[in-house]
């Protein structure tokens, strides 16, 4: 689209209607043009006053009013000085300073001004051009107000002189297009065009001139522009008239036309002028010289002999500054008058590869959120080159392995966009390092780096440090302390990097894992609710959830698993002799005629705890007689260190001290009354005669007894490390550890598989006790009463129960006769 905006200039008269026909035609002639060019394109007039409407810019970009301020349209900044503005409130583009076209183009023929348009939210970029119209604001000024010429009277008519062609600052119809003189009778004016719409007055001399009759002639020479109002420019025309020197200096051509590369050092010659002049002697001897008006910028770069007429480089040539300079070059004899003759050469600069490509930003980056799409905007790159043809084209290149590309959007334009995925926990920022390289040879480049910052999002869950976790508590410990301490990272920022945890809600013998222990959401500490005891509770896990505080928020899961260690908080239970049943003494019968080693009782006990807070030991603590009795360290037998003499004492008294292996150790205590008499009867005898050596025997089977704790001790611990690994290994799939279903099921009716068995073939020989503890391991035992027992059995008691067993010492205490007693344990694993 093109608009043409005219400024308020205006002439008297019907110049002013003229002058609206003709900024009208303009109009009509511009907008086809621009509509075939596809670009928005506007003409207006030089010198419009500042804040003069050009058009609604907007309304062409197709904004509404309000989004000109939302989208903050407006004249992106660009080197140079800037000439318009956007007027936020109606979308209308204004003039914002002066415009000068002839300060701006100078004689060029088109006058453009490129400005770039942005929108942002999103980005966009327009491209605008303004063209800027001529007006008729100069008048036509001769480089001096006086020409002089010096003509010799013998000069034939037709003669021509060159005169000083009057400047024009302005472009076209509004420049110089004629000159006349004021009338005289030897002198005629003659209008020569020259290359570039260039007119150079030239006076003829109409017939010979007569000194004597007249030595000095004044002319008026008028200079006219085409504009409308029609402007000039005046010069007065000094002739003086001299006698013989009669001829000057001629050139080979009018014009020369030479070019010279901008880098060409200096002393470079560029051309070499002729000039002859056909008198002889003085008046042919030539000099040349710069015409009179030569501008500093000239004289400054070039340099001509006098002598030879050579011009010579003196100066740094500039293609980007001066492309073109038209040199007058005046060739005068010697003679008197001094004849002289004129030239101009026409020197073009040739552009060479002097300068580097220069990057900048139309509108700074933004940071972009990770999850950015692919060609996502990032920002608005322009490019500028001040060389010519291919040295001003310019390649712009990205570093490989970017996430970014490049895209082309006009002549010298780019969008950086994305090319691929973004990763902030992987870089979180980026220099990107822009290459711009010309065409020329050698080509130049520049670079420009451009920061780009990556926003987070929460696309990262919490870690954990572990998968699981093990932990070892001891049992009894204070409620409220401090369990274990678990840690999740997240690879996010900000929000969603804070973690907060949480206990994810189960079971622990059918009662919420919440009333056992509870969590600091801030630091992942997991504190206990209450104490805890071995013997009711040997392992839990802990379901633990660490959540971020994005949106939406990620979490992920881990297990603690919580090993009771069991403590020596138990003191050793004594089941037999039962005192339940028989007060706090036992009383047993032992004949008088008992040998050495005779078996009188069998001590019994019992500890809730396991390990070696388990491992009991009997010893006498206080005896009547300390000669006549011991007790088996292992299995509590009490028997007789030695035969039973006329002079012990009928009623005996022993007090057993039983012990655990705990730290610090507990201990029990239970009183045997032993009553010796006489003729009691020993069923045992004979089979006792036949059985040899009786306390080696006793000894092997102590040395057994040690062989045997400490293979189960053994056994045990190669057990427990079995089972936590598999714990460790079964939870990463199941997030189950150690029990099984139908352990949990047994333990919630412990004492559902509690069986007592007697056998009643004949005299009652054993009798077996089976039940199920707190942690569904069902207890076997089995009290032998053969008359070998003395010699064969040991015990290995571990109940789940104290009083329960007891409780069925007590009953089997109240059916049997007092005997001698053994007992066995043995531990059965109940399969799944």
């Known amino acids: 689209m093109s608009v043409s905006a005219n400024g308020p200039r205006m ?14 035609w303009w109009h009509h002639f511009f907008l086809l043009w621009t509509s075939i060019d596809g670009q928005t394109r506007y003409s207006i007039l030089e010198e419009l006053s500042p804040g003069s409407v050009i058009a609604n810019i907007a309304k062409d970009l197709g904004l509404g009013v309000s989004e000109v301020a939302e989208r903050k349209l407006r004249v992106a900044a660009d080197a140079g000085e800037q000439y318009f503005s956007v007027d936020v409130g109606k979308g209308e583009l204004l003039v914002k300073d ?25 980005l966009q970029m327009h491209r605008v051009q303004v063209e800027i119209q001529d007006i008729n604001d100069n008048s036509p000024v001769f480089p001096s107000k006086d020409i002089i010429l010096n003509i010799s009277e013998s000069t034939a008519a037709g003669a021509r002189f060159s005169l000083e062609a009057a400047q024009d600052l302005d472009f076209g119809v509004n420049s110089v297009r004629s000159y006349s003189l004021s009338k005289d009778d030897f002198f005629t004016l003659k209008v020569k065009d020259l290359s570039g719409g260039r007119k150079v007055p030239e006076l003829i001399l109409s017939k010979s001139l007569d000194r004597e009759k007249k030595a000095r002639h004044q002319l008026q020479l008028t200079a006219l522009d085409g504009g409308n109002p029609v402007k000039s420019g005046t010069a007065r025309i000094i002739i003086n008239v001299f006698d013989i020197n009669d001829n000057f200096p001629v050139f080979d051509n ?13 002393g470079s010659s560029i051309v070499t002028l002729a000039a002859k002049d056909i008198d002889e002697g ?36 500039d293609f980007e500054t001066n492309a073109v300079y038209e040199v007058d070059i005046t060739a005068k ?17 040739l552009d060479v590869n002097d300068n580097a490509p220069d990057i900048f930003l139309t509108s700074p980056p933004n940071p972009v959120p990770e999850n950015s799409p692919k060609g996502t905007v990032v920002a608005l790159i322009n490019v500028r080159d001040l060389d010519s043809g291919e040295n001003g084209k310019v390649m712009l290149q990205l570093p490989k392995g970017l996430p970014f590309d490049l895209k082309h959007s006009f002549s010298d334009s780019y969008t950086l966009v994305t090319s691929g995925g973004l990763d902030r926990e992987k870089a979180a920022h980026y220099d990107i390092e822009i290459t711009g390289t010309d065409l020329g040879i050698p080509a130049l480049s520049s670079k420009k780096i451009i920061s780009v910052i990556v926003t987070d999002v929460n696309d990262n869950p919490p870690v954990f440090s572990q998968s699981s976790y093990n932990v070892y508590l001891k049992e009894n410990g204070v409620a409220g302390s401090i369990l274990f301490s678990v840690s999740a990272s997240d690879l996010d920022s900000g929000e969603n990097a804070k973690i907060s945890y949480s206990i994810l809600d189960s079971k622990v013998q059918e009662v919420s894992v919440s009333s056992y222990v509870y969590i600091n959401s801030d630091n992942g500490s997991i504190y ?6 071995y013997e009711k509770l040997k392992v839990f896990e802990i379901q633990v959830q660490a959540k971020d505080q994005g949106s939406p928020s990620l979490s992920s899961n881990t297990t603690v698993h919580v090993f009771i260690l069991d403590q020596n908080d138990n003191a050793p239970s004594v089941i037999y002799p039962s005192s339940a049943a028989l007060g706090s003494l036992s009383h047993q019968r032992m004949p008088r005629s008992a040998k050495a080693g005779h078996l009188v009782t069998k001590v019994t006990a019992v500890d809730a705890d396991s390990g070696h807070n388990a491992w009991i030991s009997y010893k006498v603590a206080e005896a009547t007689d300390a000669s006549l009795f011991t007790v088996n360290q292992y299995t509590g037998e009490v028997r007789t260190k030695r035969s039973v003499s006329e002079h012990d004492d009928s009623s005996q008294r022993l007090l057993i001290e039983i012990r655990d292996d705990g730290e610090p150790v507990q201990s029990a205590t239970v009183t045997v009354s032993i009553l010796l008499e006489d003729g009691l009867h020993e069923p045992i005898l004979d089979l006792r005669h036949k059985v040899s050596e009786p306390s080696k025997k006793s000894d092997r089977l102590a040395l057994y007894l040690i062989l045997s704790l400490a293979s189960v001790s053994v056994l045990s611990l190669v057990t427990f490390l079995i089972l936590a690994v598999k714990c460790m290994r079964s939870s990463r799939s199941s997030g189950a550890c150690c029990m099984r279903r139908s352990d949990c099921e047994d333990y919630k009716n412990p004492n559902r598989n509690l069986q007592i068995q007697l ?27 053969s008359p ?28 049997l006769p007092d005997s001698t007693w053994t007992f066995e344990s043995q531990q059965v694993s109940r399969n799944n």
Request: with cysteine; net charge negative.
């Open 759 to 785: 056998n009643t073939d004949g005299p009652i020989k054993y009798v077996e006790v089976l039940g199920g503890d707190m942690m569904s391991q069902s207890q076997s035992f089995r009290s032998c009463m």
């Open 254 to 266: 009018h014009m020369y036309k030479v070019s010279i590369s901008e880098n060409s050092a200096k």
């Open 333 to 349: 004899d010697k003679g008197t008058p001094r004849m002289e003759g004129h030239c101009t050469v026409h020197i073009e600069v």
């Open 788 to 815: 070998m027992s003395e010699y064969s059995d040991f015990t290995l008691i571990k109940p789940s129960s104290t009083t329960d067993f007891k409780e069925v010492i007590s009953v089997l205490d109240a059916s």
């Open 528 to 533: 206990s609710m209450h104490s805890f005891d």
């Open 98 to 122: 002066r415009i000068d076209r002839e300060a701006l183009c100078g004689q060029s023929s088109s006058c453009v001004l490129p400005l770039q348009v942005v929108v942002d939210k999103p």
């Open 282 to 317: 003085m008046n042919g001897e030539v000099e040349y010289l710069f015409g009179t008006h030569t501008p500093e910028s000239v004289s400054s770069v070039f340099n001509i002999d006098p002598k030879t007429g050579e011009i010579i480089l003196v100066g740094k040539l």
């Open 11 to 24: 002439t008297k008269g019907g110049g002013f209607i003229v002058w609206r026909w003709k900024a009208l």
